[in-house]
C-alpha cells in the first residue's frame, strides 16, 4: 500500500475574472437561460392550459375526473418520478424519443426543448387550478349576456370570459412562471448541464455549492430568493385584491 | 349581482386552488412527518454499523465487496452513499455522519486530512481505476477514441462534472491531451457523478460516454454496448483512495472495514471489476 506519495490530480478550470453585480458571467447566462425557459414554458402553459382548465370545469364526461388527477399529479409526484420517465422517453432507442429524432433530426434528452415539454408537464397543475378557479369565478350571467348580444362560444370566451376572469389567469401565469424557476430535480436528470442550453438557475447554485465557491453560491441564492419572493408577492397581490373585491 | 357572487365564492373555496392552504397545509404535514423521524434518528448509531461514503465508481464492486465482508463473520451492517468524490467530500466537511471515504481521488482526501475531518494514519490507496469508452448505440463501431470523438452522428458525448467527479476530470484530461477538446465541447453533456454519467450512456440519450471500466464490467451492464479502453498515460491516474473519517476512527467495525479492503479477498473482487491493484 502506498502512503502519502500518491500523485495528485487537481482540476481546476480557470475561474472567470469579469463579474457584475458579484455574479460571473455564467452565473449571469444561466439565469437568463432560466428566464427565457420559464418564459416559453409560461406561454405554452397558457395555450394549452386556458383551453384545457375551460374543458374541465365545462365538461360532463365521466372521465373527467381521472383527466383532472392526472393534471395535478405533479404536485405531490417525486420529481425524480416525472425524470425517470423523461429520460426513459426521450431515449432515442425507443418511442417516443426515437420518432421525435427521426421527426426533428435531434435528441429530446439535454436539450433546451426537452426542458420546455419538462417544464410545462411540471408547472401544469400550478397553472390550470388558478385558471379554473378564475374561469369559475365569472358570472355565468355576464356570459349569457354575450350570448343573447349575438357573440358565439368562441367569441364570448375569448372576449368575456377571459377578460373578465384576468387576474386569476395573471397568477397562474405567474405561478407557472415561479414554478418553472424552482424547477430542480427533473432538470437535473434529463438536463446534463450544459452551459446556455441546459445549465438552469437551481443546477448552478449546485454546481457552484459542490466546487465550493460559497461567495458566488450566497450571491446568487440570495438573488433566486428575491426573484421568487417577488414573483410570489405579485401572485398574493392578485390573488388578494380578487377576494377583497368579491367581499365588498 | 348578489346570488351569483355568493354562489362562485363558495364553488371557489370548496373546489379551487388556494395556494396559501396548500402552502400551510404541506408546512404541517412536513413538520408532523418530520418530527417522528427525527426522533428516531436521535439514538447513536450502533457500533456494528459501517456507514461508507463511496465515489460512485464503486458502486457495483461494493456489492460484492460488502457482500465478502458479511460473509467473513462481521455482522456489521454496511450502508453506503455514492457520489462524485468532490461532493462526499464536501458533505464530510459539513458533518455528515459517514465512518469510511472511499475517494476517486486522494485530493480530496488530502483536504479532509488538512482540515481534520479525516484520520492521516488510516489512509491508503487500494485500487487503480480504469477508463473507458463506452456505447450502446448498435450504429456505432469504437475503434479509437479519436473517430468516435469526430463521428458525425455522436451527437452526445457524456463525462462527468470535471470539477467535483475524478473520472470527468481524466475525461477532460484525455479530451485536451489529444487535442479533441474543441471538437467534442459543443456536444458535451455532464453526469452529475460518473455514475449517473453512465446512466445518460446506458438509455441511449448519450451516444458515447467515458465511464469507468468497473462499471461496465459490473454484472448490471456486462454485455451492454460495446467498449474500448482508454491508455492510462493520457491522464493522471484514477487512484481509489480510503480513509476513515474522525467519527469514523471510535468505530473498530470502520477499521475492520478497512484492513478487509486491502486484504487478499477484497483484491480478487476488485481485480475482477477492472482494477489494478497497487503492490
Known sequence: MSHGDAPFSVSCLPEPAVTFLGLSPALWQSLGLTAQLAAITTVVLGIVGLPLAHWLNTTRWRAAPLVETLVSLPIVLPPTVIGFYLLIGFSPEHAPGSWWQQVFGAPLAFSFTGLVIASVLYSLPFAVQPFQAALRSVPPEMLDAGSALGAGPVRVWLRVHLPLAWRGIAAGLTLGFAHTLGEFGVVLMIGGSIPGVTRVASIALYDEVQRMDYRQAHTFAATLLIISFLLLLAVTLLQRHRHLTRSV | ?279
Request: aromatic fraction near 8%; hydrophobic fraction near 45%.
Open chain 2, 1 to 279: 349581482m348578489q346570488t351569483p357572487r355568493c354562489r362562485e365564492k363558495f364553488r371557489e373555496g370548496s373546489l379551487g386552488f388556494n395556494f396559501t392552504q396548500f402552502f400551510f397545509a404541506s408546512l404541517a404535514l412536513g413538520i408532523a412527518l418530520r418530527i417522528p423521524s427525527a426522533a428516531l434518528a436521535a439514538p447513536a448509531p450502533s457500533a456494528s454499523t459501517v456507514s461508507v461514503a463511496a465515489a460512485a465508481n464503486l458502486i457495483y464492486v461494493l456489492d460484492a465487496l460488502d457482500a465478502a465482508f458479511t460473509r467473513q463473520g462481521d455482522h456489521s451492517v454496511v450502508t453506503i452513499a455514492s457520489g462524485a468524490s468532490g461532493n462526499l467530500a464536501a458533505q464530510i466537511r459539513n458533518g455528515a455522519p459517514y465512518d469510511v471515504f472511499l475517494s476517486a481521488d486522494p485530493v480530496h482526501i488530502r483536504s479532509l486530512i488538512v482540515s481534520g475531518h479525516a484520520d492521516e494514519q488510516s489512509f491508503a490507496v487500494f485500487a487503480h481505476g480504469q477508463l473507458v469508452l463506452w456505447t450502446t448505440r448498435p450504429s456505432i463501431r469504437l475503434t479509437e477514441i479519436a473517430t468516435a470523438i469526430n463521428d458525425t452522428r455522436v451527437n452526445r458525448i457524456a463525462i462527468a462534472n470535471p470539477i467535483t467527479a475524478p473520472y470527468g476530470a481524466a475525461a477532460k484530461a484525455v479530451l485536451d491531451r489529444l487535442n479533441l477538446w474543441s471538437a467534442a465541447q459543443t456536444r458535451l453533456v455532464f453526469g452529475e457523478s460518473i455514475a449517473q454519467t453512465a446512466q445518460f450512456v446506458e438509455t441511449g440519450n448519450a451516444d458515447i460516454g467515458f465511464v469507468a471500466l468497473s462499471l461496465v464490467l459490473a454484472p448490471q451492464l456486462k454485455n451492454k454496448g460495446q467498449w474500448i479502453p482508454v491508455p492510462d498515460e493520457l491522464h493522471p491516474p484514477l487512484l481509489q483512495a480510503a480513509v476513515l473519517t474522525e467519527r469514523g476512527t471510535k468505530n473498530p467495525a470502520a477499521k475492520r472495514y478497512l484492513a478487509f479492503l486491502r486484504g487478499e479477498e477484497a483484491r480478487q473482487i476488485l481485480k475482477r471489476f477492472g482494477y489494478l491493484i497497487p503492490e
